[in-house]
């Protein structure tokens, strides 16, 4: 008898615990090409704003050792784009899918929330780590306050599940973390890109227009174990562990740190089949160690 891979997210049930992370394999249609979604247990898609944006000028993406830089700049259709012309595609189809919800203010995501609520979208990501313009640029997710405004604001909106992705940008992601819990998130995912730089030593100017961008990839792996742990410890609702997952031992050790499921990210840019890869390794680590449902190893670390 095969293992149990099926999991539930703030009510929300999943065939599997893998979830490709949004932005990574936009809405879906340039996989159909490669394998069924319908193998995946979810997937978040493409982040999307009220309005279509541009996003930022290249080079905006650059490979670095063990991952990659990104500053795209949430480019994007917008909402209404999204549900006349994506979410079609998406309606019907067995697998769980994740709006992830960007705003350059509380009105923004509220709107998006407002628009989403009757939609066939299964979840909602809430990405707060968008700079509030109208309080002098400062990252949403980088203060309680803020934090748990965007999420109080959006409950009220939506019936959705709402799901609050963490950034590691912060000195104490627990306390972000417990306050958009108490706000009404009902799970979180960590973590988002790590804020990182390279500089062109021939040109003397940075690798990315933008100047810096996120870090992901292999080389953030150990610090997205560590804040999934933390966070897993102090909050109640479940959390979504993503950040450098490539390999079937990776998102076992994910979860044995506290995550309920896994996002697999910059992977996909030079693997597209790594969630396949890992769904069948955790399958196959299941069956020789005689877990029987993937539930059973979430949180079984044991610190010294």
């Known amino acids: 008898m095969k293992p149990s891979m099926k999991v539930t997210i703030a009510g929300v049930e999943l065939k599997n615990p893998v979830i490709t992370a949004s932005g990574c394999c936009g809405y879906g249609r340039e996989y159909d090409r490669l394998y069924p979604m319908e193998k995946l247990g979810g997937i978040s898609l493409k982040g999307m704003t009220l309005e279509e944006r541009q996003g930022n000028p290249p080079c905006r993406i650059a490979e670095t050792p063990s991952g990659m830089l990104n500053s795209v700049g949430l480019q994007n259709p917008g909402v209404e784009a999204f549900l006349r012309d994506e979410l079609p595609n998406l309606t019907g189809r067995d697998v769980v899918k994740i709006a992830n919800v960007a705003g350059s203010s509380i009105e923004d995501y509220c ?107 292999p080389a953030v792996f150990p610090i997205a174990v560590r804040m999934v742990w933390q966070v897993a410890n102090a909050v109640k609702v479940p959390v979504i562990g993503m950040g450098g997952i490539e390999k079937w031992q990776d998102a076992i050790e994910m979860m044995m740190a506290g995550a309920q499921a896994i996002q697999i990210g910059a992977a996909l840019f030079y693997d597209p089949y790594t969630p396949l890869r890992v769904l069948e390794g955790m399958e196959r680590w299941m069956e020789q160690n005689g877990v029987s449902d993937i539930n059973e190893i979430v949180g079984a670390v044991r610190p010294w």
């Open 111 to 217: 709107a998006i929330a407002e628009r989403l609520d009757g939609s066939a979208v299964d979840m909602l990501e809430v990405n707060i780590s968008c700079p509030n313009v109208k309080h002098g640029g400062a990252s949403f997710g980088a203060d309680c306050t803020m934090a748990s405004q965007v999420v109080s604001e959006m409950r009220r909106r939506t019936k959705k599940p709402l799901m609050v992705k963490l950034t590691p940008n912060v000195t104490d992601i627990v306390s972000i973390a417990r306050a958009v819990e108490d706000a009404g998130a009902d799970a979180v995912s960590l973590i988002n890109t790590v804020l990182a730089m390279r500089i062109d030593i021939k040109t003397r100017r940075p690798v990315l227009h933008n100047n810096v961008g996120g870090l992901s990839g």
